[in-house]
């Protein structure tokens, strides 16, 4: 993962910081409605709002590691190059399975958001020489609790 020397104006209009998975991220809403840990199940720490969202930017040359998280995850692009989002299974390890491109130029196979489901591996990387921003909206919302990621360069 390389690190960009003039980072997108998003970086700092958005007030993002740096993510752990790569990439910046800025959280942006989470719902004042919160589900019940017995409603949720053991598999959760505890409650948790019933969805919150981030934006998130990569420049080319960053990707998001490999994580997963508990929860069904929204993508949904906003500005910026075309974005590679592969999903990896549900196995112990990712196997890329499928893989989208997240942009606006649907005639070229282009699709404007992508759905990760609850529990399934994934990873994201620019398609092209732009940055990428996008909105990730995880239902129910996101806890670090229910966040795994394999270190990059890890599989």
């Known amino acids: ?13 958005l007030d993002m910081d740096r993510h752990i998975e790569g990439g ?16 949720l199940g ?9 969805a919150s969202s981030v934006y998130f ?12 998280v508990l929860s069904d995850e929204l993508w949904l692009f ?3 190059g075309p974005l590679e989002l592969t999903i990896g299974g549900h196995g ?13 130029d649907i005639a070229a196979g282009q699709t404007p958001q992508a759905l990760v489901p609850a529990g399934a591996w994934q990873t994201a990387r620019p398609a092209g020489d732009e940055p990428v ?15 795994s990621m394999i270190a990059p360069g890890e599989k």
């Open 57 to 68: 930017l990569l420049h080319p040359g960053e990707e998001s590691a490999w994580h997963k």
């Open 1 to 13: 993962m390389t690190v960009p020397t003039s980072p997108s104006p998003f970086v700092k209009l």
């Open 24 to 39: 910046w991220f800025k959280e942006i809403w989470k719902a004042s409605y919160q589900i019940p840990h017995e409603v």
């Open 133 to 147: 921003l996008v909105t990730c909206i995880v239902a129910p919302a996101f806890h670090y609790d229910d966040f």
């Open 78 to 80: 906003h500005a910026g």
């Open 92 to 104: 112990d390890k990712p196997e890329a399975t499928e893989t989208f491109t997240l942009g606006l």
């Open 42 to 50: 053991d598999r959760y720490s505890g409650a948790r709002a019933a």
